[in-house]
């Protein structure tokens, strides 16, 4: 549908982007925010360096993982050492605040706007800022929710509690026997309800967040919308970048927005209704806040 991407962004968020997103916002009628990865490390919620050492640190020396993202895919030989570090990366990505207050100013940003939030982040941090859970779709997955790993039923189960005992309870990366989680139902281990296979519980609370998605969509298809893309990566973009393209292709009202600090492009169809700022994310917030307008822009 796209013809061959093009570069258009600036190497800071420079004050000709920053006024053109303020004003935009100001304009708007509806926000659609998509929200990678990006996001939640600009909050400070790596999963490498210092962060990981200082979590995981015998993890790396023991198994020679690198990081919280590799340590997800490590084949450990028991249920055991597999929920000591699943345990340990919920709870550090999930169960606490993110270093940095990026979620709670970009909730500042949107807060008195008719918006809406669709993520890939499964780190819960959304709500854990304060924003309306009507207002989410959480497309992945969340750490804080289990499966059954058959799976044997489409529900998923709340693990606050026993992972917190988790954390609590081991010892030289491993659990007590007794703490592995099973399905209540047929008695095979759980696992994370992450989307990684085809094996995804889409819960009752998956679909009803997906309807009010596409209902958001539908009640704002023709008005001045702003999809503003956040940290998206390239691993999935057939779920925010793709589609916030297409909307705003098919919309002339539509704003797309791009703020990204290793990628900030878009397709030459959208150019002249695309505002792209190569930055870091929680910079580019603050930047538009009403109360730090001005701070931090360069030209």
Request: negative net charge.
């Amino acid at each position: 549908m796209f013809s061959k991407l093009m570069g258009h962004a600036s190497a800071v968020p420079s004050a000709s982007g920053l006024e053109a997103l303020k004003r935009t916002l100001a304009e708007a009628d509806a926000v659609v925010v998509g929200a990678g990865a990006g996001l939640s490390a600009s909050a400070g919620l790596t999963y490498g360096g210092e962060r990981f050492e200082k979590y995981f640190g015998d993890f790396r020396e023991k198994y020679g993982i690198q990081d919280m993202y590799a340590g997800g895919f490590y084949p450990f030989e028991t249920l055991e050492e597999y929920w000591a570090w699943w345990s340990r990366h919920i709870y550090w990505n999930r169960y606490v605040e993110a270093p940095q207050p990026v979620y709670r100013e970009l909730l500042e940003l949107v807060r008195d706007r008719d918006y809406f939030v669709l993520t890939t982040n499964v780190d819960h941090q959304f709500q854990r800022a304060g924003f309306e859970k009507k207002r989410l779709f959480y497309t992945q997955g969340d750490y804080g929710l289990w499966q059954c790993s058959g799976p044997c039923h489409d529900r998923t189960y709340d693990n606050e509690e026993p992972v917190r005992e988790m954390v609590a309870r081991q010892r030289d990366m491993r659990i007590p026997t007794e703490l592995v989680p099973r399905c209540p139902v047929c008695g095979r281990p759980m696992t994370m309800n992450l989307r990684v296979d085809n094996s995804f519980v889409e819960d009752e609370g998956w679909h009803r967040a997906q309807d009010r998605y596409h209902d958001f969509l539908r009640r704002h298809k023709n008005l001045a919308v702003v999809f503003l893309e956040l940290g998206v990566g390239g691993n999935t973009p057939v779920i925010i970048k793709y589609p916030f393209w297409r909307m705003t292709c098919e919309n002339r009202r539509a704003t797309y927005v791009c703020v990204n600090q290793e990628a900030a492009y878009v397709p030459r169809e959208i150019a002249g209704q695309s505002i792209c700022i190569r930055s870091d994310i929680g910079a580019a917030i603050r930047a538009v806040l009403p109360e730090t307008a001005g701070e931090g822009e360069e030209s």
